[in-house]
C-alpha cells in the first residue's frame, strides 16, 4: 500500500475532474502493479508535483531510479518522447516506458539538490540558459505539439478574451501580445522544446552538475522557453539581465525572441480568463519591462 499526497488528490480534482479523480483512485492497483512488473522495490516516501507521483524504488540489481505515474493527456504524453532522444543528455535518463498509461521509469537524480535552492538567481538563470541552448539544439521528432498550432488558436481567440478584460492598461498589454505573436507566427520553429524549464525543474546527480527533469515537450522556436525563467523568482528589476543573458547563451534575436515571450504571456492570460481567474501583475510587468527595451 501507498499514501497518496492530498495535495496530489486536489490538484487532480481542481485540474482534472473526473478524470482526475479516477486517476487518483486507481494509482494504489496501477503502483502495484508496475512494481511487480519492472521487478522494483519501494526505496523512500512519496514524492509529488502538481500532476504526477514519484516513487524512489530500486531495480531488480539495486540501482537507484524512480517510478513516475501521471494522468496522460497530451503534455505528458511527449514527455518520454522528448527524454528520448536527449538520451540523458542534459535531461534525466528514461530507463522503461509503458505507452498505454504514459508510467515511466527513471534514473534517480538528487532532489536535494534542486537549482530552486541555489542562493544566486542570476547563475540559475545561466544555468537554465545552458541547459535550454543545449536542449534545443535538437531536431523536434515527429508528433509532438507543434507551436504553430498552438499559437494559431490563441490569437483565434485572443478577440474574445480582451473583451473580457476590463482594465484597459492590461487589455492594452495582452492585444500588444497577441499582434507581436502574430508578426512570427508563421516561422513557428523546429527546435524540441521542454516548455517548463523552471528552477524546481532542475536537479543534480552525480554524472552532471544538473539535469532537466519533467518536460512537456512541444516543437517550436526556443525564445518561446524563456518564460519561466523570468517569472520564477520574480524580480521586475531583474528581467531585462535575465531576458539579455538568456538571448545571449542561446544565441536569439532578441526581438523574435521577445514575441515569443509575449506568446508566453498571451497563453497564461488566455487561461486565467477561462478559468475566471483574474491577470497576474506580476506577468504583466514582465510584458513592460522588455516593451521599450532595445534590442
Not at 78 to 93: C, F, I, S, T, Y
Amino acid at each position: 500500500m501507498i499514501d497518496i499526497p492530498q495535495e496530489l488528490a486536489a490538484s487532480q480534482q481542481e485540474y482534472n475532474g473526473e478524470a482526475g479523480r479516477a486517476f487518483i483512485a486507481g494509482l494504489p492497483d496501477l503502483t502495484a502493479d508496475f512494481l511487480d512488473h519492472w521487478e522494483l522495490t519501494l526505496d523512500g516516501r512519496p514524492m509529488h508535483g502538481v500532476a504526477a507521483l514519484v516513487l524512489p524504488v530500486l531495480r531488480r540489481d539495486g540501482t537507484p531510479a524512480v517510478l513516475k505515474l501521471q494522468l496522460l493527456d497530451e503534455e505528458s504524453e511527449g514527455e518520454p518522447v522528448a527524454l528520448r532522444v536527449w538520451d540523458g543528455d542534459g535531461a534525466v535518463r528514461l530507463l522503461d516506458h509503458d505507452e498505454p498509461t504514459g508510467t515511466m521509469l527513471l534514473e534517480r537524480l538528487d532532489s536535494s539538490r534542486m537549482l530552486a535552492h541555489h542562493p544566486d538567481p542570476h547563475e540559475s538563470v545561466l544555468v537554465i540558459a545552458g541547459l535550454l541552448a543545449h536542449l534545443t539544439s535538437f531536431p523536434a521528432p515527429t508528433g509532438l505539439r507543434r507551436l504553430g498550432d498552438i499559437a494559431q488558436d490563441m490569437l483565434e481567440q485572443a478577440p474574445w478574451a480582451l473583451e473580457h478584460i476590463p482594465d484597459p492598461q492590461a487589455r492594452r498589454i495582452v492585444a500588444d501580445c497577441a499582434a507581436a505573436v502574430r508578426e512570427v507566427v508563421d516561422e513557428p520553429g523546429d527546435r524540441l522544446l521542454h516548455w517548463d524549464l523552471h528552477d524546481e525543474n532542475v536537479l543534480a546527480c552525480v554524472r552532471a552538475p544538473w539535469l532537466a527533469i519533467d518536460p512537456k515537450p512541444l516543437a517550436g522556436d526556443p525564445g518561446f522557453e524563456l518564460w519561466p525563467a523570468l517569472d520564477n523568482r520574480f524580480d521586475a528589476d531583474d528581467v531585462r539581465w535575465r531576458f539579455d543573458a538568456m538571448t545571449d547563451v542561446l544565441g536569439l534575436g532578441r526581438a523574435r525572441a521577445r514575441a515569443w515571450t509575449y506568446g508566453r504571456l498571451l497563453q497564461n492570460c488566455l487561461w486565467d480568463i477561462e478559468d475566471g481567474r483574474p491577470l497576474q501583475e506580476r506577468q504583466l510587468e514582465i510584458a513592460r519591462r522588455l516593451r521599450n527595451h532595445p534590442g
